[in-house]
């Protein structure tokens, strides 16, 4: 299999042995995509408690930050936000955040609507409350 990596330095450093995307072909494979900013441990929008765990967060600015992040992917990597698509989406509290999160999804999507799944999971691998892993062409 002759792939492409790709690792864009606007974007947060991946938490484990990966790259921020793959190519293959004319697709373009991004690996889940958090909000923290590069260069930063601190995650927009979240306060933790001195066990380093969520005590309070913002989806809103997380799912901004999130979004801007995936943009520097792509763009670095030699595509688009409007060459998205498919979209996954993991939240990890469907019942408060799906509402506010599909509102400012739309906002962002309004002239490339990619299919979509999204899906609540218990949690993520750093105290965040949502996460994109995204498939565009290039």
């Not at 965040?128 to 290039?138: H, N, Q, R, S």
Request: with cysteine.
């Amino acid at each position: 299999m002759n792939t492409e990596q790709f690792n864009s330095d606007r974007a947060p450093k991946a938490v484990g042995l990966y790259p921020h995307a793959r190519r293959l072909g004319n697709l373009l494979f991004l690996s889940g995509v958090g909000p923290r900013k590069a260069g930063q441990t601190d995650i927009p929008g979240v306060t933790l408690n001195t066990n380093g765990e969520i005590e309070s967060y913002n989806i809103e600015e997380q799912c901004h930050a999130v979004f801007n992040n995936i943009k520097y992917i792509l763009e670095d990597a030699g595509s688009s936000w409007e060459k998205i698509v498919d979209v996954q989406v993991f939240l990890t509290n469907m019942k408060d955040d799906f509402k506010t999160y599909n509102k400012i999804y739309a906002d962002y999507f309004k002239e490339n609507q990619p299919c979509r799944t999204t899906i609540e999971i218990k949690s993520l691998p750093t105290p965040i409350a949502i996460e994109l892993k995204i498939i565009a062409t290039i």
